[in-house]
């Protein structure tokens, strides 16, 4: 990087450090059509444009307005229903960060494995590895760039396919 530096250089940077660990060349992508996805999100403005976003690749998306609401979706649904869980970090009732490490602690198969992403304004180093601490695959920064969502999904549910 060139100085001097600036704070939305230095975090650019970052994200970019981060999706070049997450995306590498030799993965499989998977094809994003018919995925269901779990939104964990509660302003009801944003998920209503994470659904359109996520819409446009003829994905589906259940909403849950808060991580609470979030995990008992995930809990309460059959194996296998969701694909892969966005989710705000700060929100009511119970924040992303606790719903992550609730939805892994839950007691099968899926809960394990299920890529499950941040997408937060809190984009320091120390919100990344946060979010990775409390089991998270990935970690976006909002406002989300739909190509980069796009390929942090199609990764991630490759991986687990």
């Known amino acids: 990087m060139s100085k001097p530096l ?3 250089t230095v975090l650019k940077e970052f994200e970019n450090i981060m ?3 997450q995306l590498r060349p030799e993965t499989v992508h998977a094809d994003l059509s018919g995925k269901r996805i779990l939104l964990a999100e509660d302003v009801q403005i944003n998920a209503e444009i994470m659904k359109k976003i996520l819409g446009m690749r003829d994905m589906k998306a259940d909403h849950a307005e808060n ?6 979706l995930f809990a309460n649904s059959p194996e296998g ?3 892969a869980i966005l ?3 700060r929100m009511p009732v119970m924040n992303g960060l ?3 490490q609730a939805i892994r602690a839950l007691d099968r198969n899926d809960a394990a494995k299920i890529p499950i992403i941040a997408m937060t304004v809190n984009a320091f ?7 990775m601490q409390a ?8 406002p989300v760039e739909m190509d980069r969502l796009y390929e942090t999904l199609e990764k991630l549910i490759g991986e687990n396919s």
């Open 67 to 72: 991580g609470k609401r979030a995990l008992e």
């Open 98 to 100: 606790e719903a992550a």
């Open 19 to 21: 999706l070049r660990k």
């Open 125 to 131: 180093d120390e919100d990344v590895q946060n979010s």
């Open 6 to 8: 600036f704070a939305e």
């Open 81 to 83: 229903t969701y694909d």
């Open 87 to 89: 989710t705000d970090v």
């Open 135 to 142: 089991g998270m695959n990935a970690h976006l920064s909002k």
